[in-house]
C-alpha cells in the first residue's frame, strides 16, 4: 500500500510540475490542483497508513492519527480558495490583455 501511495504522489507531482512549466495559464492552474493533491496525499501518508483503525484513542489498541487528517482537511479548503483567487486573476489577465500567456511575451 505505501508503495501505491508513492507512485501517486510521484505522479501527481511530475504531472503538476510538467503543467506548471506550461506558458499557459490554464494548465498551470491544474497544475498547482496537482502539486496541492500530491501534498494532500503526502500529508495523510505521513499519519501512518493503518486500515481499519479508528482515529479515535482508547477504541482500538492501536488508532490512527488524526492529526494528519486534519491537516489534509485544512490544505483541501486552502488550495479550493486559492484556485479560486488564480482562476479570478487568470480571467481578469486574459480579459485586459486578450491573452493567457504566463511569460509577458507575445504570441509567435
Same mark, same amino acid.
Given at each position: 500500500? =505505501?508503495?501505491l501511495?508513492?507512485?501517486?504522489?510521484?505522479?501527481?507531482?511530475?504531472?503538476g510540475?510538467?503543467?506548471m512549466?506550461?506558458l499557459?495559464?490554464?494548465?498551470?492552474?491544474?497544475?498547482?490542483?496537482?502539486?496541492?493533491?500530491? &501534498?494532500?496525499?503526502?500529508?495523510?501518508?505521513?499519519?501512518?497508513?493503518?486500515?481499519?483503525?479508528? @482515529?479515535? &484513542?482508547g477504541?482500538?489498541?492501536? @488508532?490512527?492519527? @488524526?492529526? @494528519?487528517?486534519a491537516?489534509?482537511?485544512?490544505?483541501?479548503?486552502?488550495s479550493f480558495?486559492?484556485?479560486a483567487?488564480? &482562476?479570478?486573476m487568470?480571467?481578469?489577465?486574459r480579459l =485586459?490583455?486578450?491573452?493567457?500567456?504566463?511569460?509577458?511575451?507575445?504570441?509567435?
Amino acid at each position: 500500500m =505505501e508503495m501505491l501511495f508513492a507512485t501517486a504522489i510521484g505522479a501527481l507531482t511530475f504531472t503538476g510540475v510538467y503543467l506548471m512549466l506550461r506558458l499557459r495559464s490554464f494548465p498551470m492552474i491544474l497544475g498547482l490542483t496537482f502539486l496541492s493533491y500530491a &501534498v494532500n496525499l503526502f500529508l495523510f501518508a505521513a499519519g501512518r497508513l493503518t486500515p481499519d483503525a479508528a @482515529p479515535i &484513542v482508547g477504541t482500538t489498541d492501536a @488508532p490512527a492519527d @488524526p492529526l @494528519p487528517q486534519a491537516l489534509v482537511l485544512t490544505a483541501i479548503v486552502i488550495s479550493f480558495g486559492m484556485t479560486a483567487v488564480i &482562476v479570478m486573476m487568470s480571467l481578469g489577465a486574459r480579459l =485586459e490583455g486578450g491573452d493567457d500567456r504566463v511569460d509577458g511575451q507575445d504570441a509567435p
